[in-house]
C-alpha cells in the first residue's frame, strides 16, 4: 500500500489546484511546501474571467466578498488610451496572501493532506524524500514553481525557449478610480494596476532591467505620477522574474509537471493562474485514466493562445513603432481591442481570435 495516490511537490497555487481537482476525483494526495502560508509572491494578483472559470470547473469558490471585482481591461501609451469590458463575467484583483489562504482552506476541506515547511530534498520512481521521512506515491507531480527543482530531477529540463524580464510588485494605500486594470506601456516597460480592494491597488512593474524599481517607475509613466508618486505604501516591493518559457516535454513515466515548473507566460498576460488552474483539471482527468500522455497534449493545448498573446505584447514592447501603431490603431478601433480581449479571455474560438488578430494587424498598416 503507497502512503499516497499523488503526491505534489510545491503548495502554491498550481499544486494546490492539482490536489483539489486530484482528490474531487477521489484520488488520495499529499502536498508538501517549504514555506508556511499563507505564502507571498510578486505577482500582478489578477485573476481574469476564464480563470475564475477554469478554478469553478474544480471547485475552487472565490467568495463574492473576496478582493475587487474589475470589469475589463484598459491600455494608455504613447499618447493614446482605449479599454474594453470583458464578454464572459468579471475579473476578480486578490491579493496574493488572501488567495493561497484561500486555497489552503479549500484544499483541506477536500481531504488534501499538507505538510507545511517540508522541503522536498528528491525523488525515486515511487518515492520522494524530505528531510526526515520517504513517502511513497503512485504519482510524482511537480509544482514546484520556475526554478523548479523536479523539473531536473525528472529530467524534463529541456527548454525550447525561455527568455525573461525582471518584474517588481508593491501594494498602495489609494482608492481605485477604475473598476478596470490598467496597463501602462513605456518605453520597453509597463506598469500595470490590479484594484484588490475597496482602498488599496497591486502595482506590478515589468522592464528587461533587473534594477528596475517601482519608486524610480513614476517618472517614466507620467499620468501616474500625479495619482500615485506620493502614495503611502501599504507592503514592501518584492521583486520577480518572469518567463515565456516552454519546455519540449512536461511528462516523464510517473511524474508530470504544472504552473509555473511547466514552463510559463510572461506576466503582462496575467494568464498564469488561469493557465495552473486549466492544467489542474486536465491532470486530474489524465491521472484517473493513469494516461499522463493525455495531459501532455492538454498542455500543448493550453499553452498555445496566452502564448500567441504574450508574444503580441512582448512585441508592442520590443518595438517602438509597433506599440506606437498599435496603441494609436487600437484607440481608433476600441472593437478591435474589444475583440482581442475577447480572445485573451477565451472567449472566441481559435480562427476567431486569429481572424481579430489580422484585423488589428491590418488597420495598424493603414493607420
Ligand atoms: C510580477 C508578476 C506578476 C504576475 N501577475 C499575474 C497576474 O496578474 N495574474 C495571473 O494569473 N498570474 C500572474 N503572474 C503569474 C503567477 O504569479 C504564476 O503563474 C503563479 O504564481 C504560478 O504558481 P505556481 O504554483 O506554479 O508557482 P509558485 O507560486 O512559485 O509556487 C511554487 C511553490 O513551490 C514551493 N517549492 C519550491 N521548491 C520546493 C521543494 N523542493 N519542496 C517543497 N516545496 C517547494 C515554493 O515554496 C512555492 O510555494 C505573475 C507573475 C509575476 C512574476
Redesign the pocket.
Known amino acids: 500500500m503507497l502512503d499516497a495516490d499523488v503526491f505534489v ?7 494546490l489546484a492539482a490536489a483539489i481537482a486530484a482528490r474531487s476525483r477521489g484520488l488520495r494526495v499529499t502536498v ?4 508556511r502560508p499563507p ?1 507571498d ?8 474571467p476564464d ?1 475564475i472559470a477554469a478554478a469553478a470547473r474544480i471547485g475552487i469558490v472565490l467568495p463574492e466578498s473576496e478582493g475587487f471585482h474589475f470589469r475589463g481591461i484598459g491600455f494608455h501609451g504613447e499618447g493614446h488610451s482605449v479599454a474594453a469590458e470583458f464578454p464572459n463575467g468579471f475579473g476578480v484583483g486578490l491579493r496574493r496572501t488572501s488567495l493561497h489562504a484561500l486555497l489552503v482552506e479549500q484544499a483541506a476541506r477536500a481531504g488534501v493532506e499538507m505538510l507545511w515547511s ?3 530534498t528528491g525523488i525515486e520512481r515511487s518515492a520522494v524524500h524530505t528531510k526526515n521521512r520517504r513517502i511513497t506515491a503512485r504519482w510524482i507531480i511537480g ?4 526554478g523548479s ?1 523536479v523539473r531536473r530531477w525528472a529530467g524534463l529540463d529541456r527548454f525550447t525557449r525561455n527568455s525573461r524580464r525582471f ?1 517588481s ?1 508593491q501594494h498602495f494605500a489609494v482608492k481605485p478610480w477604475t473598476d478596470l486594470v490598467e496597463i501602462y506601456w513605456g518605453d520597453a516597460c509597463q506598469i500595470y494596476l ?1 484594484p484588490v480592494s475597496a482602498d488599496e491597488i497591486c502595482v ?1 512593474f ?1 522592464s528587461r532591467t533587473p534594477e528596475a524599481r517601482i519608486a524610480g517607475a513614476w517618472r517614466r509613466f507620467p499620468q501616474l505620477e500625479s495619482r500615485l508618486g506620493g502614495a503611502v505604501p501599504s507592503s514592501n516591493e518584492r521583486g ?1 522574474v ?1 518567463a515565456m518559457s516552454r519546455l519540449s516535454a512536461v511528462v516523464r513515466d510517473n511524474v508530470a509537471l504544472i ?3 511547466s514552463g ?1 507566460v510572461d ?1 503582462i498576460t ?5 493557465q ?1 488552474f486549466q492544467q489542474a483539471e486536465a491532470l486530474a482527468g489524465a491521472l484517473v485514466t493513469g494516461d499522463l500522455m493525455r495531459y501532455a497534449a492538454q498542455h500543448r493545448r493550453i499553452a498555445l493562445r496566452p502564448a500567441v498573446m504574450a508574444d503580441f505584447m512582448l512585441t508592442m514592447d520590443r518595438w517602438p513603432r509597433v506599440r506606437r501603431r498599435a496603441l494609436s490603431a487600437m484607440a481608433a478601433h476600441p472593437q478591435s481591442f474589444a475583440r482581442l480581449l475577447a480572445g485573451h479571455v477565451g472567449a472566441l474560438t481559435a480562427p476567431q481570435l486569429a481572424g481579430a488578430g489580422i484585423s488589428l494587424g491590418w488597420k495598424m498598416m493603414v493607420s
Open positions: 511537490i510545491g503548495g502554491g497555487p498550481a499544486g508538501a511546501d517549504g514555506n505564502i509572491k510578486a505577482c500582478g494578483e489578477g485573476l481574469m480563470a517540508t522541503p522536498v509544482a514546484d514553481g520556475s527543482r518584474a510588485r490590479t506590478a515589468i520577480a518572469t504552473g509555473d515548473a510559463s506576466a496575467g494568464q498564469g493562474h488561469c495552473g
